[in-house]
């Protein structure tokens, strides 16, 4: 399945090679899905499938060696990847957020010796943003840079490191320095080489248990020019690059997960069997698949809007733009863990419930319900209702 969802950018792949990329690396993620799942542990064989077409670097710049997609691909990508496994698609789609983030706003030295082995499949990126203490905020930090003869100095906790065991590189958030205050937000990156990485914790989840999101304690020094834009100024990257494309590639995740269950439900409706258990003229049924649609055309559309508003506009600082790219997460979060709530009700228990259906629900709806908690849905709305009230004009995108 394809997303379509969206134009192309002139530099990036060909429509073909991305489909055939994805669908290669598709195949392996699909055979691996369910085991990640029950032992919680990482996907290697996918992971090493995306390495090997690529992927890793599809929003790498092709003059670095990437494949120089933008927005349009990433959703494309995602939509396929989460359709086979959210797991593997998060940790994927986490990556590219801190390799599009390296690619717009890191110092030319370290962009000239990363992005050539990012593109090259060597170094997958983990993000550290979330700290003991301040929770998820974004935009607060505890744990200070230290500075010594031109190093970095890094000593920071890390809860919840999507993928962080296996990570070869980390883009980590620090308070710019011991007597900054917790705004001062700087952005570091550094490869796991440079650094004493131990786990702190274990991994035990309802949900998205592939992405082995386990609690980190890492410490080292990298060199000055690893700071990923201005000290102290990791707002600007957040607003522009950091936050959008977390924003856009976690819908798209979850957009592609519960677009396959939709897939695989009216599949199996409109199979003889289907056909013999369930009455496709039930107006309850077809009420519920067409709640089901309306929640997937919604999301969707509003990825498509996003993506426009992050790829036309100057100045992602506009108000209304904030508001559509909290509102995507918040929206995407809730309306596909509802569809996905939504199909286990129209197949049943046998088809819906079990753990071992082929329909695979229960899996998914497991997965889809760490979508709110995924940076809290609840510190968007706050951010919004504040955004809300200064634009009095009330702009919408129509
Ligand atoms: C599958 C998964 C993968 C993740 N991967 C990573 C990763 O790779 N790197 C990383 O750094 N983090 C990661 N996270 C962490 C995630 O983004 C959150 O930061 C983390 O879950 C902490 O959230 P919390 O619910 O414990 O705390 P908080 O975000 O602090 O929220 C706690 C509760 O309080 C409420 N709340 C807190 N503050 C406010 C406020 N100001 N206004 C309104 N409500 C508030 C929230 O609604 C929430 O219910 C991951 C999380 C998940 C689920």
Redesign the pocket.
């Known amino acids: 399945m394809t997303a379509g969802a969206s134009s192309r950018s002139p530099a990036g792949p060909e429509h073909a090679d991305l489909a055939q990329r994805l669908a290669d690396v598709a195949a392996v993620i699909r055979e691996e899905a369910a085991v990640i799942d029950r032992d919680a542990t990482f996907p290697e064989n996918g992971m090493s499938a995306i390495r090997k077409q690529g992927l890793l670097g599809l929003l790498v710049p092709a003059e670095y060696g990437g494949l120089g997609g933008w927005l349009p691909e990433f959703v494309d990508a995602a939509v396929v990847l989460a359709g086979e496994c959210l797991s593997t698609a998060?940790i994927w789609a986490?990556h590219c957020q801190q390799a599009a983030t390296i690619a717009r706003h890191a110092t030319p030295r370290l962009r000239q010796d990363l992005l050539p082995r990012i593109a090259g499949g060597e170094v997958y990126i983990?993000?550290?943003?979330?700290e003991k203490g301040k929770?998820?905020?974004l935009l607060t930090a505890q744990a200070p840079l230290r500075r010594a003869g031109g190093m970095l100095e890094i000593d920071r906790d890390?809860p919840?490191?999507?993928g962080g065991q296996h990570a070869d590189g980390f883009l980590i958030t620090m308070r710019d320095d011991v007597s900054a205050p917790a705004s001062a937000v700087s952005l570091v990156y550094a490869d796991r080489a440079e650094l004493t990485v131990s786990a702190a914790g274990s991994w035990d989840p309802l949900g998205?248990r592939g992405?082995h999101?386990v609690g980190l304690r890492i410490n080292g020094q990298v060199a000055g020019h690893n700071l990923v834009g201005l000290p102290g100024e990791f707002r600007e990257v957040a607003v522009a690059t950091f936050a959008p494309v977390g924003h856009i590639g976690w819908a798209a995740c979850w957009l592609g997960a519960a677009r396959a269950a939709l897939h695989r439900v009216i599949e199996l409706l409109r199979a003889p069997a289907g056909r013999r258990q369930f009455d496709l003229r039930s107006e309850l049924l077809r009420t519920r698949l067409a709640r089901a649609r309306l929640d997937l055309d919604t999301v969707a559309a509003m990825i498509a809007q996003c993506v426009r508003d992050v790829c036309a506009a100057p100045d992602l600082e506009a108000i209304p733009v904030q508001l559509r790219l909290n509102a995507l997460k918040v929206l995407a979060a809730e309306r596909c863990f509802a569809v996905a709530d939504l199909l286990i009700e129209v197949t049943g228990l046998r088809h819906g419930y079990l753990r071992d259906a082929p329909l695979g629900l229960e899996r998914v709806f497991r997965d889809l319900r760490?979508a709110s908690?995924?940076?809290?849905?609840?510190?968007l709305l706050?951010a919004n209702g504040a955004l809300a009230l200064l634009d009095r004009g009330v702009t919408l995108a129509y």
Do not use: E, F, K
């Open positions: 998060l986490m983990a993000s550290v943003t979330s929770g998820g905020h890390a919840i490191v999507t998205m992405t999101s760490s908690l995924n940076y809290a849905n609840d510190r706050l």
